[in-house]
C-alpha cells in the first residue's frame, strides 16, 4: 500500500516534468540560447524531482500509517487479543474509523466474555451432575463428556474428545443407541448390564439434536445398580413377610383343623393343640410388632429424643428383665462396668430406643448360648462415646456371614432361627436405632466360642 502510494506522488511530479523537458527540448533544438538555458534549468529540475520524491515518502507514509495501525489491530482482535485499542492520527475519517473499530472491539470481548461465561457455567452444571453426559457429532466423534460420563463409561473425558465413540467404550449397546437417535429413530432408551472390574446397571438415553441436517446426538447415562439393589431388596423383603407371616398361619390353621375334627372332645389332645395356638399367635404378633417398629425407625416416624441416660441402670434394668429367662435355661447374667469407667457415665441417648437395643441384643445372646453359658454386658467410656458390649459363649456367628447379619430377615440357621421363636428382625432394629442415635454397632465372631456386639453411642456431657 505505501510504495503504491509512493510511486503515484512521485509519477505524478515525475512525468509532468518530464513531458515538459522534452517539449522544451524538441522546441529549442539548433537555438544555442535555449540550449544553454536548458542546461541551467536541468539541475534544478532534477532537483525538484528529489524534492518531490521525499515530499511524496512523507505524504505516502502519512496516509498509509493507520492504515497500517487498522491492519494490526485487525489482526490482533483475529488473534483473540480483545483488549488492544487504536490510536491513529491523520485525517478526521481515520479517527472516526478508529473510535468505531475500538468501540466493535469492545462489543466483542464484551460478546465473547459472556459467551464464555456462559460456556464455563453449562461445564459446570454438566459436570456436577449425577448422570453421565456425552455430546456427539454427526461423525461420532466426541464433543464433549463430563466427569461422571468418564466414571460409568469407564474412560478418560478429556482424552476421548475428537474421538469417535467406538473408540471411547467398547460397549456394543452403547453404540447402537446412538445410531439409532442419530439416525433419525427417535428418543432411545436401553438397558445395559456393564461387567467390568465393578459390576453396574446403566440406563441409556440417546436423543437426536434438534435441525434439519444431521448434527449429532446427546448420550445420558443414569446408574441404577442402586435402584436394582434396593428393588431386590424389596422383593426379597415382601417374599421374607410373606413367608414369616404363612408359617405361623399354618400351624393355627392346622391345629383349629384338628380341633373341629374331634380332637376338641380329647383332654389331652386339645390342650396340646390349644397351646400351639398360642405360641403361634404369639410368634406372629411378636413378628408384626418387630416389622412395625422397623417402619417407623426407618421412616423417622418414630421422633427418637436424646438425653443423658444413666448406662449403668439402663444396662441392669435391661438384665433384670431378662434374668428369669436366663436362668430356667441354666445361662449367668453378668453387668459390668470395666475399669476407670465414672459410676455416673451416661449417654446421649433415646432411653426407651436404648431399652429395645439392649434387650434385643441380650435376648439374641440367650436364643443362641447353649445351657451352662455366660453373658455379659460392658460398659466403658471410650473419648466422646460410650460403648456397651454383649458378649455371650455361644455358638458364633461363621466369617462369611458376618457382613448380613443386620439385614432384615437375615438368618445364618434359618431352621434353627424359626425353632427359637426368632422374627430375624432384632438386629436389624438394633442396627437402625444405633444410627439414629448417632452411634453404629460392630460384631466379633468365632464359630463355637461366641459373639461380641459393640455399640458406641455419644456420651453426655
Known amino acids: 500500500m505505501f510504495w503504491r502510494l509512493y510511486l503515484t506522488f512521485v509519477l505524478l511530479v515525475v512525468l509532468p516534468v518530464a513531458l515538459l523537458g522534452v517539449l522544451v527540448r524538441q522546441q529549442t533544438r539548433g537555438d544555442e540560447l535555449f540550449a544553454e538555458l536548458s542546461t541551467q534549468v536541468v539541475p534544478a529540475v532534477l532537483a525538484v ?8 515518502y512523507l505524504l505516502a507514509r502519512r496516509f498509509t500509517r493507520p492504515l497500517v495501525d ?120 436401553r438397558e445395559l448390564d ?15 439434536l434438534p435441525g434439519e441436517a444431521t448434527r449429532g446426538a446427546v448420550l445420558v447415562v443414569h446408574d441404577t445398580t442402586e435402584l436394582r439393589r434396593l428393588e431386590r431388596l424389596r422383593q426379597e423383603f415382601v417374599a421374607n413377610v410373606s413367608h414369616e407371616l404363612k408359617t405361623p398361619l399354618a400351624n393355627i390353621k392346622s391345629s383349629v383343623e384338628t380341633l373341629i375334627d374331634g380332637a376338641v372332645d380329647d383332654p389331652n389332645a386339645r390342650g396340646l393343640f390349644l397351646h400351639e395356638i398360642a405360641d403361634q399367635a404369639e410368634r406372629q404378633q411378636r413378628l408384626i410388632e418387630d416389622l412395625l417398629s422397623l417402619a417407623r425407625i426407618e421412616s423417622a416416624e418414630t421422633s427418637l429424643q436424646p438425653e443423658p441416660v444413666a448406662v449403668d441402670d439402663a444396662v441392669h434394668t435391661c438384665l433384670d428383665r431378662h434374668r428369669t429367662r436366663a436362668e430356667a435355661k441354666g445361662l449367668t447374667l453378668n453387668g459390668v462396668a470395666l475399669a476407670d469407667t465414672p459410676p455416673d457415665l451416661a449417654a446421649f441417648a433415646d432411653e426407651e430406643g436404648l431399652a429395645i437395643l439392649l434387650d434385643n441384643l441380650v435376648d439374641n445372646a440367650i436364643k ?6 455366660r453373658i455379659t454386658v460392658r460398659w466403658r467410656a471410650a473419648e466422646r462415646n460410650v460403648c456397651l458390649e454383649v458378649e455371650d459363649t455361644g455358638i458364633g456367628i461363621p466369617a462369611a456371614d458376618q457382613p448380613r447379619i443386620f439385614e432384615r430377615f437375615y438368618r445364618v440357621d434359618k431352621a434353627r432361627s424359626r425353632e427359637m421363636g426368632g422374627t430375624g428382625l432384632g438386629l436389624a432394629i438394633v442396627k437402625h436405632l444405633a444410627q439414629g442415635m448417632k452411634g453404629n454397632v460392630k460384631v466379633r465372631s468365632e464359630v463355637g466360642r461366641g459373639t461380641t456386639f459393640n455399640v458406641c453411642l455419644p456420651r453426655a456431657g
Open 368 to 373: 443362641y448360648t447353649p445351657a451352662g453359658g
Open 194 to 208: 456393564w461387567k467390568g472390574p465393578v459390576d453396574k446397571f446403566l440406563t441409556l438415553y440417546a436423543s437426536r
Open 49 to 56: 524531482v528529489v524534492a518531490a520524491a521525499g515530499v511524496a
Open 70 to 189: 487498522l491492519s494490526a489491530g485487525a489482526r490482533r482482535l483475529a488473534e483473540g487479543d480483545f483488549t488492544h485499542q487504536l490510536h491513529v492520527g491523520g485525517g478526521r475519517e481515520f479517527v472516526t474509523l478508529a473510535r468505531t473499530f475500538n468501540a466493535m472491539t469492545d462489543r466483542l470481548a464484551l460478546s465473547f466474555a459472556k459467551i464464555e461465561y456462559d460456556r464455563e457455567q453449562l461445564r459446570t452444571i454438566l459436570s456436577g451432575m449425577v448422570e453421565g453426559v456425552v455430546a456427539i457429532d454427526d461423525q461420532q466423534r466426541v464433543v464433549f463428556a463430563n466427569e461422571r460420563a468418564g466414571e460409568l463409561l469407564e474412560f478418560d473425558p478429556a482424552q476421548v474428545v475428537g474421538r469417535v465413540l467406538w473408540e471411547a467404550t467398547r460397549q456394543r449397546s452403547v453404540r447402537e443407541v446412538v445410531e439409532q437417535a442419530v439416525s433419525g429413530g427417535g428418543p432411545q432408551r
